[in-house]
């Protein structure tokens, strides 16, 4: 295909393509003449990812072009892929981490036999963890951390879905570009319906199921 369909077919604009490709970021397509230039269905797999860890994942062009060298390292594994770009979506923030909040995490990592992310200034994941807590913790609640194991269990029946989802892709591209879609719009997903969990079991442990007034909320 030309530019042009390339450009239809992934919804990304014709200068937006040039740019991934002169930034690298999007393979050269096969010359047909010295102006025009031909693309597969390869270049449409990963214009999607780009797309989608810029346009989804918010990431740099600097972050983007890590994640795909990542990809498109031979020697590793699928899982190895994927830690790297559940990584570079994750953004620390910039919250002060506080010194029991960094110990509470590294203990949690240790018990799960996660000892590789352990130290907060090498995982932005753990780093993020960190911060959550740091923040319980400035508003009184040092407690919080005990709710991270039960929080593991459920959130690895979501995890065992979302795997299922992406395993269903043929290309790596198509499994990471799923799975940053999937991730990131997941959690908004996941937040939504964590409101409707908590209304329904807040119903049954701490409300009347007739009152009315226990109706999950509505915007007007």
Known sequence: MRVGELSKRSGVPVPTI???????LLPAGVLTSPNQAHYDEEHLR???LVRALVDVGGLSIAAVREVLGAVDTH????????GAVQEAISQPGS????PLAIEDVQAFFERQGETE???V????????LAAALSAARSVGHDDFRELLDPYLD??????????????????????????VVGTLIG???????????????????????????QEIPRGK
């Open 18 to 24: 040039k740019y991934y490709l002169r930034e690298g």
């Open 46 to 48: 990963r214009l999607r």
């Open 75 to 82: 020697d590793d594994s699928l899982h190895n892929k994927l």
């Open 95 to 98: 919250v002060e981490l506080d």
């Open 117 to 119: 992310c352990v130290d």
């Open 121 to 128: 200034t090498e995982s932005n994941v753990t780093h993020m």
């Open 154 to 179: 459920g959130l690895k029946i979501i995890a065992q879905a979302d795997i299922d989802y992406i395993a269903r892709r043929g290309s790596a591209d198509a499994v990471i570009e799923a799975m």
């Open 187 to 213: 959690d908004a997903v996941i937040k939504a319906v964590r409101r409707l969990a908590h209304a329904q079991v807040s119903r049954e442990v701490l409300g009347d199921a007739d009152d009315p007034r």
